[in-house]
């Protein structure tokens, strides 16, 4: 039975141990999250990474994990002032033996002890910093079972389980930064032969990467593992294959759009920087340094991520970025629930970003308070992206002004990295008709005028009692919808229908909708 193998079944042992104590519960996700989370701090105390680290992660989950995504979790997780906490299907445990006198959390605080010692030992060692780390988190489950009044017993003494150091299992730093430029040169190139993961060999440590067509590097697949079901992605917008698009017409697009004077000015303003630069460039003379990631600021509705797709094609062919798609996302698809999950899970979605954008919508929530680790883990995984792929990767994040500004404050390395900010005003009730006209120009509609009065009216007194929850195109784009949806009412009640009626949203389907929305 090799290592990963045995790891696995301890691992199995400890998901049967939990499901069969708290029946009809679905506790596996959380088991594997607690796990992971406590592995990675273990690991990450020996400021080195092991192959084995992302081999073993990958059998027991399923699901395979990338070299960069396990060295960033243990980034995070090193930091000692994060603590783990105790996870909830412990705290469940607890209650029930305390409940029914039953010993069930105590089961599974030694299956824990076993499998966190076997991750621990997973590349031929048993560290001081890993026992030490692990030392802490068992004492911190057994403090919780006894403070719950359970009879617990003592922290385990590991002192005769360690080991030196296998330092031919770990890669080094050179190691670690030859692969990540293996990665760059070979990305969307044949695949390599695997080799085997690291263990206690006197072979020289080598690191074999696979990539895909798509870009998506894999870690050694010498072990066998079966991928789990992809989780839902960010959106993702991906620069259509249009021989047809040049600078010229984006730039025309985003003059088309209605209203954002100032927003078009600034894009206008920092593509002919770039445009500048790249001359000087040219011709060996200095070149300013530039700083493509950007500040969105303002209330929903007004355009943000409809002109951060344009900026995305535009720095794409202006030669900023290799790919120019658009990954969008908000805290929901950054933050996990355990320590060190946030990186992983922020890490997938860099990647899918890689080579374009990634469009963070409400980017402030990651600074919810200084007891929001997570949120913090999330910015710190970004801003590293940021600082290694200067070169593939642009950020823009957006939300309200205020909120977005002390968001930008709340961090140096936020504060350093982020210097440009674009303001998008309010639509104004004369740019909402404008709106809500394309609108039925693009769905083959047509306004009548008294309709269109009534608009205008109901649009300049929205705006003029606006506040941080006015929906400008949005509010657009609702009452719309529920006109169409009042005419159609209103025609499927008649005998015939021209095809001007059709078309047509009259006064009558403006008022009703006016007074639905």
Same mark, same amino acid.
């Given at each position: 039975?090799d290592?990963?193998?045995?790891?696995?079944r301890?691992?199995d042992?400890?998901?049967?141990m939990?499901?069969?104590a708290l %029946?009809g519960?679905?506790v596996?996700?959380?088991?594997?999250?607690?796990?992971?989370?406590?592995?990675?701090?273990?690991?990450?105390?020996?400021?080195?990474?092991?192959?084995?680290?992302?081999?073993?992660?990958s059998?027991?989950? @399923?699901?395979t994990?990338?070299?960069? *995504?396990?060295?960033?979790?243990m980034?995070?997780?090193?930091?000692?002032?994060?603590?783990l906490?105790? %996870?909830?299907f412990?705290?469940?445990?607890v209650?029930?033996d305390?409940?029914?006198?039953?010993?069930?959390?105590?089961?599974?605080?030694?299956?824990?002890?076993i499998?966190?010692?076997?991750?621990?030992?997973?590349?031929?060692?048993f560290?001081?910093?890993?026992?030490?780390?692990l030392?802490?988190?068992?004492?911190?489950?057994?403090?919780?079972?006894?403070?719950?009044?359970?009879?617990?017993?003592?922290?385990?003494?590991?002192k005769?389980?360690?080991t030196?150091k296998?330092?031919?299992?770990?890669?080094?730093?050179?190691?670690?930064a030859?692969?990540?430029r293996?990665?760059?040169?070979?990305a @969307?190139?044949?695949?390599?032969?695997?080799?085997?993961p690291?263990?206690?060999?006197?072979?020289?440590?080598?690191?074999?990467?696979?990539?895909?067509?798509?870009?998506?590097?894999?870690?050694?697949?010498?072990?066998?593992?079966?991928?789990?079901?992809p989780?839902?992605?960010?959106?993702v917008n991906?620069?259509?294959?249009?021989?047809n698009?040049t600078?010229?017409?984006?730039?025309?697009?985003?003059?088309?759009?209605?209203?954002?004077?100032?927003?078009?000015?600034d894009?206008?303003?920092l593509?002919?920087?770039?445009?500048?630069?790249?001359?000087?460039?040219?011709?060996?003379?200095?070149?300013?340094?530039?700083?493509?990631?950007l500040?969105?600021?303002?209330n %929903?509705?007004?355009g943000?991520?409809?002109?951060?797709?344009?900026v995305?094609?535009?720095?794409?062919?202006m030669?900023?970025?290799?790919q120019?798609?658009?990954?969008?996302?908000d805290?929901?698809?950054l933050?996990?629930?355990?320590?060190?999950?946030?990186?992983?899970?922020? *890490?997938?979605?860099?990647?899918?970003?890689m080579?374009?954008?990634?469009?963070?919508?409400?980017?402030?929530?990651?600074?919810g @308070?200084?007891?929001?680790?997570?949120?913090k883990e999330?910015?710190?995984?970004?801003?590293?992206?940021?600082e290694?792929?200067?070169d593939?990767?642009?950020?823009?994040?957006?939300?309200?002004?205020?909120?977005?500004h002390?968001?930008?404050?709340?961090?140096p390395?936020?504060s350093?990295?982020?210097?440009?900010y674009?303001?998008? %005003?309010?639509?104004?009730?004369?740019?909402?008709?404008a709106?809500?006209?394309?609108?039925?120009?693009?769905?083959?509609?047509?306004?009548?005028?008294?309709?269109?009065?009534?608009?205008?009216?109901?649009?300049?007194?929205?705006?003029?009692?606006?506040?941080?929850?006015?929906?400008?195109?949005r509010?657009?784009?609702?009452?719309?919808?529920?006109?169409?949806?009042?005419?159609?009412?209103r025609?499927?009640?008649?005998?015939?229908?021209?095809?001007?009626?059709?078309?047509?949203i009259?006064?009558?389907d403006?008022?009703?909708?006016?007074?639905?929305?």
């Amino acid at each position: 039975m090799d290592k990963y193998t045995e790891l696995k079944r301890e691992y199995d042992e400890l998901q049967q141990m939990v499901s069969k104590a708290l %029946p009809g519960e679905d506790v596996r996700e959380a088991v594997e999250a607690w796990y992971i989370a406590a592995a990675l701090k273990v690991w990450g105390s020996n400021l080195l990474y092991s192959p084995d680290y992302a081999a073993a992660l990958s059998v027991l989950s @399923g699901t395979t994990y990338t070299i960069e *995504q396990v060295v960033t979790a243990m980034g995070c997780c090193g930091d000692p002032e994060r603590q783990l906490k105790v %996870p909830d299907f412990f705290v469940k445990l607890v209650e029930r033996d305390k409940k029914n006198g039953s010993a069930d959390a105590m089961d599974v605080l030694e299956q824990l002890n076993i499998l966190l010692v076997g991750s621990a030992m997973i590349n031929g060692d048993f560290t001081v910093e890993e026992a030490g780390v692990l030392s802490g988190i068992m004492e911190s489950l057994i403090r919780y079972a006894s403070a719950a009044g359970l009879r617990a017993p003592a922290t385990p003494d590991y002192k005769n389980r360690i080991t030196a150091k296998n330092t031919e299992s770990y890669l080094q730093n050179d190691a670690l930064a030859a692969a990540a430029r293996n990665a760059k040169i070979q990305a @969307g190139a044949k695949e390599t032969e695997p080799s085997k993961p690291a263990g206690n060999s006197s072979e020289p440590i080598t690191v074999t990467l696979r990539f895909s067509v798509d870009n998506d590097n894999e870690t050694d697949k010498a072990v066998n593992t079966q991928a789990a079901p992809p989780e839902e992605a960010p959106t993702v917008n991906a620069p259509p294959a249009n021989d047809n698009e040049t600078m010229e017409s984006l730039l025309a697009e985003l003059d088309g759009l209605v209203g954002l004077e100032s927003v078009k000015q600034d894009v206008h303003s920092l593509m002919n920087f770039i445009k500048v630069a790249k001359i000087r460039e040219q011709r060996g003379m200095k070149v300013p340094t530039i700083s493509y990631h950007l500040v969105f600021t303002g209330n %929903p509705g007004t355009g943000k991520t409809t002109v951060a797709r344009l900026v995305a094609k535009l720095y794409y062919h202006m030669g900023i970025l290799p790919q120019g798609q658009l990954v969008e996302t908000d805290r929901s698809a950054l933050v996990a629930g355990y320590l060190g999950q946030t990186a992983i899970k922020t *890490q997938k979605v860099i990647q899918q970003a890689m080579g374009g954008v990634l469009f963070i919508d409400e980017a402030y929530s990651l600074a919810g @308070g200084t007891d929001d680790s997570y949120g913090k883990e999330a910015i710190e995984t970004i801003l590293k992206a940021m600082e290694d792929h200067r070169d593939e990767l642009v950020v823009i994040v957006a939300g309200y002004t205020d909120l977005m500004h002390k968001f930008i404050d709340s961090n140096p390395g936020l504060s350093s990295r982020f210097s440009k900010y674009f303001e998008f %005003p309010d639509y104004c009730g004369e740019e909402l008709i404008a709106i809500f006209e394309r609108f039925c120009t693009t769905n083959g509609y047509t306004l009548a005028p008294d309709a269109a009065a009534l608009l205008r009216e109901k649009f300049d007194a929205l705006y003029e009692a606006r506040n941080e929850k006015f929906g400008n195109a949005r509010t657009a784009r609702n009452i719309f919808e529920k006109a169409i949806n009042v005419q159609a009412d209103r025609l499927a009640r008649q005998a015939d229908i021209s095809d001007a009626d059709l078309e047509s949203i009259t006064a009558a389907d403006v008022t009703a909708a006016i007074g639905g929305a």
